[in-house]
């Protein structure tokens, strides 16, 4: 063995030896702090986000062909890069050389808002395009499932790509054999496009051509040392762990030998989050390297062989090779096989993890092993004491011993049997979301019948995602053998299995019941499906499927993505160069594409920079009865571990309300409080050292968790709120019915792509402090950490570039995280950084508050509601932060579109031993605007008709007051509706729901239309304040800077937009650098919608006393350039620079009468979604969504439509997937993007149509525009309600007629368990209270 090896790669062509590598690094912190290659970011450390994505290149001696595959370079050991070729976004293109096409369509096509995801998705669709140059809409979606992006809603990443596929306009699925573009009701109608409408966003013609000829070579020295024969076993030795890389058999298995507990590490998806996460340590771990026998494949005469090392991608193409070169009857099993590897994981852990990698790990979750098992596989083995060849079975599985490989054991291949004349293989799953996600239930099923007969010779049936590892039902199969295929059978089937894979009530990852059910429902699918083919195969034999069986067989009906955007034509006497109202790209767009743009740790570190890491409760209420830090201090690198007694006198700060302390040391409220925080000088020791600091804990009585418990506890933070309008009391007595319901609706995870950022700079001089935080409210920062300092504002700056995302995540809670960095920082003279890893990040800051609501409606027979009395209770956690202010919103706002003559509705915000829930885009009306909408449904249910009839009467008419008595003329609200039902082919498309309904009984369609009034406005004058200022220099260039914070929504692109309109000079001429304390004093923070609307005011108002101040110099010369005419004043001593005030609008609101003016203007809108989804796996499917809204005059129609749409999809991700899940004692589970499911690219609806309505009226915001960043929000609900109308046609089939509640999220469990059916009767139910459940609704 070769000791302390030399490490060569090469990264973007150049050349990398490390003589002295420590094998615990991975390779993301090499690229980005080692290297500075700061384009790849970090989004999750687990693999699960993509933001890391960077190709790597390998070239194969026996083949002699280089693979390119993506890979995401947080799970890649630095060690395993040895002889490889990484390609990260720098090396692809920049500004400074050329753009990539890829970097450049992304940026031009909108597909960038706060860019933190864009360098991941540039190179996954570069991989893609190295790979196929011309590639498919479907390689496309699969290139792009393993990155998540929170801000665009993927329509414009997937239009960009798109220009990359050979395709004509024609979506390519010819459902019933009929092009997309011409199937009648699915039509859009015509646009009238001529000069008054837009529908285009950018022009193709522009683009940069492909040319793969113009792509880095792979460096042919790797060629040379990949065909030199002579290597042998490298040897990198750290700190605490070893790394030996055998490079022949022989090596590995000695190595083995030598180190049997040390794992194999191939493509470290299991190992290393096991790492990361389970804090599990390996001080050996074993890495082959390209050992040629690990990657066999060979094809004999019973079955295939594949190599243990193979990447699951290279299985999937060597399984659809297979699938046409043999007969299909022989392919059995590896159909099944390749259903799964197209949904397993996204292309960057399929391309990194190894077949051998996932057999041995035997995840409970594992989607291959159940079918390898059922496919009777053997596992070929292999160590110093020779080989050995058992099966993959349920021994295996279960690690029994004689079963299992031995530790000294190398897994060399693995044997998939070919199947046989009468022998089928099915594969089934569900996830909580199509792509990306662990299955909740999977399964493989096998059975063998004799010649002809259709009497079950073998069967075998294994399940994933129902007990420690994958779950073989041995005895049942064994008991149904020699029984004829028949439903009796099946039933027999599914009551032997559910005896024989029974799950505990309070079994791990909860969702007992759901399972259950699936287990039986796959089995119900495999008997169809077996009983499909063996009709194909003997027509007079064996009996046909009745009909309305056949639609438990389909897939979701889904075609390829195609959009239509709909926006208004710039006024033709607008002047040219006006780039107001144009789609005009992100200013960071390029930047973006290209990793050029720098985030809060894309900054260098500073000389002697310290981190910090933050140790946080792990009780939910106890009493700290000790903080022990030494252990954490005694290790190497840690300076300082600061606890409450440090901050003595600064420890609390009070942004709304009352005072919250920064850390906590006698009492604990909830689980992920700041406790203390550990300071040390990296950021690996920061981390190891507060995993060591000992906290010791009483536990305090009572812990109060969910509403419900705050309720019976009465655990308020202030007494209800309450609005009141007409006399909802005598209106119950004259009404034909009244009805009583309840809604739960869960939280919400911000899941902005950058976590929680902040970096303090003491200066040294003055007491100085300079502070960069991913912040929206830099004015907060400063305060906050003047507080802790206790100096003076003017001695602490802070500074924002950009913001990778904030959502309202980023204001309060990053103050206190801030002020404790920057506190850690003055103490010890030294620039202290604080990255938030993405677990803690969701476990501190958490986000939207979970809501209960409760309302009695009283309505007339023809739907229209005369009383409604509605109560909302939302769970605001451990502080108050912007709680009671989100609630106030959400009474304000709850009418929604309509108008309820006699209203009375309150509301209370509890208290829990929760982590405090805060702002998060549409802040309190998503939650109560949902309340509303169910309360409609089920009059309309009660009333005989749909929820859009009962929706239409109800709506505000023309000119009328809401319940707070503000005026408001609800004429756009009604053209929107009209528009969206026209537009939509709402009565067409409603008629073939019904008829596909008719026609299907396990697949149903649901189509629902929500109306949208959405008010914006902040409640105060001084709240809506903004200020800007603009310098012209004496070359004529112009920096602008107000007090917006660009996190991706394009405040700094509208800003220049207006100051170009301004002074009438080009947008090149204009500059923006970031925000600042130190340029911009006392800025409101950044969110509620009204970012640009309020600076752009301002910035208008600094443009215009400077262009009044030159009037007399521009007149003098009107030829003149701009250069000329600054030149000029600054001669005749007139400033060049000048500040833009905006006061904000008139507001008021008055909570002891109920009445005021709290919002300056309504954004109106209405979507329309159909969704499909199956009954027996509650799988769904967003099929079409239309979105209308009245954007007003839009500044930048690119930038407005993206808002929309991104707004859309994260409301839609609210509604359905993403599931927030706490244990009995109050921790969050979900930490991760592997356990919360925010929308992939496979989520949004496969045609997505959005529309601006004309503008019709001039108002006295910024050039008549309207805020958009928040209320598409809330019409993600169309896709939860549009789910309900699917779930109703299933219910009613099935005779049920009677009302029903779905909670949201509208989760595939939900669905699943809302259909009703005979195998929902079937499984054992718990009886409540008999048991602790896994997780708590919170
Ligand atoms: C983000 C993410 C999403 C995922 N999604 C899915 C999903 O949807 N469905 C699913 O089924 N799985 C999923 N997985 C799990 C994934 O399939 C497994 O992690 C992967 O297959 C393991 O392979 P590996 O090569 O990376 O294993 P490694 O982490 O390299 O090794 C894992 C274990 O296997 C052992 N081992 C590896 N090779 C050998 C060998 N030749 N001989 C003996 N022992 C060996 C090692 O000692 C180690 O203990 C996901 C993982 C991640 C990170
Ligand atoms: S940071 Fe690597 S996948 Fe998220
Ligand atoms: S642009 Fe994709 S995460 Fe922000």
Not at 494 to 513: I, Y
Not at 1280 to 1300: C, M, T
Request: aromatic share 8%; charged share 20%; proline share 5%.
């Amino acid at each position: 063995m070769d000791r302390a090896a030399e490490l060569l790669f090469y990264v973007n062509g150049r050349k990398v030896l490390e003589n002295n590598v420590d094998p615990e690094t991975m390779l993301l912190p090499y690229l980005r702090k080692k290297l500075r290659l700061t384009g790849t970011k970090y989004g999750c450390g687990g693999g699960g986000c993509g933001a890391c994505t960077v190709m790597i290149s390998r070239y194969n001696p026996i083949t002699k062909k280089i693979r390119h595959y993506p890979a995401n370079a947080c799970l890649i050991p630095i060690c395993s890069v040895h002889g490889a070729a990484i390609t990260t976004v720098e090396g692809i293109g920049s500004t400074k050389t050329r753009l990539h096409p890829v970097q450049e369509r992304i940026a031009k096509c909108h597909g960038t808002q706060c860019g933190f995801c864009t360098p991941g998705m540039v190179m996954s669709m570069y991989t893609l395009l190295r790979n196929h140059p011309e590639p498919t809409l479907d390689q496309l979606t699969d290139a792009l499932g393993g990155n998540l992006c929170r801000c665009t809603g993927y329509r414009p990443i997937i239009d960009a790509c798109k220009t990359f596929c050979n395709t004509s306009g024609c979506c390519q699925s010819k459902e019933n054999g009929v092009c997309c573009l011409n199937q009648g009701i699915n039509e859009l109608p015509e646009f009238e496009e001529g000069n008054k409408t837009r529908s285009k966003l950018f022009s193709e013609e522009e683009f940069l051509p492909l040319d793969p000829t113009q792509e880095l070579i792979f460096p042919p020295e790797l060629m040379m040392m990949a065909e030199k024969q002579l290597q042998r076993t490298r040897v990198f030795v750290g700190d605490r762990m070893t790394w030996i890389s055998p490079v022949t058999l022989k090596e590995l298995i000695e190595a083995k030998a030598k180190y049997p507990q040390a794992p194999v590490i191939m493509g470290n998806t299991s190992t290393g989050p096991e790492v990361k996460f389970k804090g599990v340590f390996h001080p050996v771990v074993i890495s082959p390297d390209r050992i040629e026998e690990l990657n066999v494949v060979n094809y004999a005469s019973d079955g295939l062989t594949l190599g243990a090392g193979l990447s699951l991608a290279q299985v999937k193409d060597i399984l659809a090779d297979a699938i046409l070169q043999l007969p299909e009857e022989k392919t059995q099993t590896y159909h099944a096989l390749l259903k799964h590897l197209g949904t397993l994981a996204g292309s960057q852990i399929r391309n990194m993890a190894s077949l051998g990698g996932h057999i041995v790990s035997r995840h409970l979750d594992s989607d291959l092993n159940p079918l390898l098992a059922v496919g009777n596989c053997t596992l070929h083995l292999l160590s110093t004491q020779g080989e050995r060849h058992i099966p993959l079975n349920e021994q295996f599985l279960q690690k029994c011993p004689g079963a299992d490989l031995k530790p000294e054991e190398i897994l060399i291949s693995v044997s998939v049997p070919y199947t046989r004349k009468w022998e089928f293989v099915s594969a089934f799953r569900q996830a909580q979301r199509q792509q990306n996600a662990l299955a909740i239930v999977n399964s493989g099923m096998r059975v063998l019948f004799g010649e002809g007969d259709g009497i079950i010779r073998e069967l075998s049936i294994s399940y994933g995602g129902v007990g420690p590892t994958t779950i073989c039902a041995k005895n049942s199969c064994q008991k149904l053998i020699g029984r004829p295929w028949n439903e009796e059978m099946l039933d027999a089937a599914c009551r032997l299995v559910l005896d024989e894979v029974s799950l505990p009530a309070s079994a791990p990852g909860g969702k007992v019941e759901f399972k259950r059910t699936l287990i039986i429902s796959f089995l119900f699918k495999f008997y169809l499906e077996v009983s499909q083919i063996l009709k194909r195969m003997d027509p007079v034999r064996f009996p046909s499927l009745a009909d309305k069986y056949e639609s438990a067989l389909e897939d979701l009906h889904s075609r390829h993505h195609w959009s239509i955007l709909k926006y208004q034509n710039v006024d033709p006497k607008q002047l040219p160069q006006d780039p107001v109202g144009h789609p005009i790209m992100h200013l960071s767009g390029i930047k973006h594409a290209t990793g050029e743009a720098i985030y809060c740790d894309d900054m260098p570190a500073m000389e002697g920079e310290l981190f910090l890491a933050f140790v946080t409760s792990s009780r939910a209420h106890a009493k700290i009865v000790s903080i022990d830090p030494s252990e954490a201090l005694s290790l190497p690198g840690v300076v300082d571990v600061l606890t409450e007694e440090h901050l003595h006198g600064v420890n609390s700060f009070s942004f709304l309300g009352d005072p919250e302390k920064l850390l906590e040391s006698d009492k604990a409220f909830c689980v992920g409080q700041l406790v203390c925080a550990v300071i040390a000088d990296s950021e690996v020791q920061a981390r190891r050292a507060a995993k060591r600091v000992k906290i010791v804990y009483q536990d305090v009585e009572p812990a109060i968790f969910t509403i419900e418990e705050a309720i019976q506890h009465n655990s308020y933070f202030a007494p209800e709120r309450k609005l009141e309008c007409g006399n909802v009391d005598e209106a119950f007595k004259v009404v034909d019915q009244i009805l009583e319901g309840e809604i739960h609706m869960g939280g919400q995870e911000h899941f902005y792509m950058e976590t929680q950022s902040m970096l303090a700079v003491p200066r040294g001089e003055d007491q100085e402090m300079d502070i960069y935080v991913s912040t929206q409210y830099p004015k907060g920062i400063q305060d906050i950490v003047a507080s802790v300092l206790k100096l003076p504002a003017n001695k602490v700056m802070c500074h924002v570039k950009r913001v990778g995302g904030a959502f309202g995540g980023k204001a309060f809670k990053t103050g206190f995280m801030a002020a404790i960095t920057a506190f850690a920082a003055n103490k010890h003279g030294r620039a202290v950084r604080c990255i938030l890893e993405r677990g803690e990040d969701m476990l501190i800051t958490a986000g939207r508050h979970p809501y209960l609501g409760k309302y009695k409606a009283g309505f007339m027979n023809d739907g229209r509601i005369l009383a409604l009395d509605i109560q909302h209770y939302c769970n605001g956690g451990a502080t108050l932060d912007e709680s009671q202010l989100v609630l106030d919103i959400g009474l304000l706002k709850m009418d929604n579109a309509y108008k309820f003559p006699n209203l009375r509705c309150r509301g209370c915000v509890c208290r829990t031993n929760l982590p405090s829930n805060t702002a998060l885009r549409g802040f309190g009306f998503p939650q109560a605007g949902l309340i509303t909408e169910s309360c409609i449904t089920e009059v309309a249910a009660k009333c005989g008709l749909s929820p859009e009839q009962v929706r239409t009467v109800n709506l505000y008419k023309g000119i009328d007051q809401t319940h707070y008595k503000q005026e408001i003329n609800a004429k756009t609200l009604i053209q929107c509706w009209k528009e969206c039902m026209a537009m939509s082919s709402y009565s067409l498309r409603k008629a073939a729901v019904e008829k596909f309904n008719s026609e299907n009984h396990w697949k149903k369609k649901g189509l629902a239309m929500v109306p949208m009034k959405y008010p914006i406005g902040f409640g105060s004058r001084a709240a809506g304040q903004a200020s800007a200022l603009v310098h012209i220099y004496l070359d004529g260039s112009v920096l602008v800077t107000h007090g917006g914070i660009e996190m991706g929504q394009g405040v700094h692109t509208k800003m220049i937009q207006v100051a170009s309109r301004e002074l009438g000079m080009p947008l090149s001429n204009v500059h923006l650098r970031g925000t600042s304390t130190e340029t911009i004093p006392n800025a409101n923070v950044s969110g509620g919608s009204v970012v640009a609307d309020f600076n752009g005011m301002a910035v208008k108002d600094a443009c215009q006393t400077l262009l009044k101040r030159l009037e007399p110099i521009i007149s003098k010369n009107p030829r003149g350039t701009w250069k000329d005419w600054a030149q000029a004043a600054f001669a005749e001593s007139i400033s060049l620079s000048a500040t833009g005030y905006f006061r904000g609008y008139e507001s008021n609101m008055n909570w002891e009468t109920g009445e005021g003016h709290f919002f300056e203007y309504f954004v109106y809108g209405a979507a329309c979604s159909e969704v499909e989804i199956d009954c027996l796996t509650g799988a769904y499917k967003n099929i079409r969504t239309d979105i209308v809204m009245d954007a007003g005059y839009s500044i930048n129609p690119a930038l407005d439509i993206g808002q929309v749409e991104g707004a859309f999809i994260q409301g839609m991700g609210l509604y359905t997937t993403e599931e927030l899940h706490y244990s009995p004692q109050g921790i969050l589970y979900t930490r991760g993007p592997n356990q919360y499911k925010i929308p992939t690219i496979r989520d949004t609806p496969t045609e997505f149509h959005v529309s601006f309505l004309p503008p019709s009226e001039n108002s006295n915001t910024l050039y008549s525009s309207k805020g958009l960043g928040e209320s598409g929000m809330f019409l993600g609900c169309s896709v939860f309600f549009a789910i309900h109308d699917a779930v109703k046609a299933a219910r009613q089939e099935r005779g049920l007629f009677g009302p029903f509640m779905l909670n949201s999220p509208l989760t595939p469990e939900r669905i699943r368990m809302a259909c009703e059916d005979k195998f929902t009767k079937m499984i054992p139910r718990d009886k409540p209270g008999s048991y602790v459940p896994w997780n708590i609704p919170i």
